[in-house]
């Protein structure tokens, strides 16, 4: 199955932000790391994206919460 993993950049951050405040789950765990001085931040997340490959080739579009899985 086709995969693309997306790292941080400064470029893609206001989505990966997007994202990860639309994911209630995954935003909880962001701040719960971050209260534990576990995660510095946005720079140090990736997001893998793994499915069909018109799915993969939308990248960053394709884990917005209305399209994530």
Not at 43 to 52: D, F, H, L, P, Y
Request: contains cysteine.
């Amino acid at each position: 199955m086709p995969e693309k993993t997306i790292q941080c950049t400064p470029e893609n951050a206001r989505q990966f932000q997007q994202i990860v405040k639309g994911w209630p789950e995954l935003h909880r765990l962001v701040i719960d790391l971050q209260s534990q001085g576990l995660f510095p931040g946005l720079r140090a997340m990736e997001i893998t994206v793994t499915g069909s490959p018109e799915y993969v080739a939308k990248g960053l579009d394709a884990a917005m919460p209305e399209n994530g899985s």
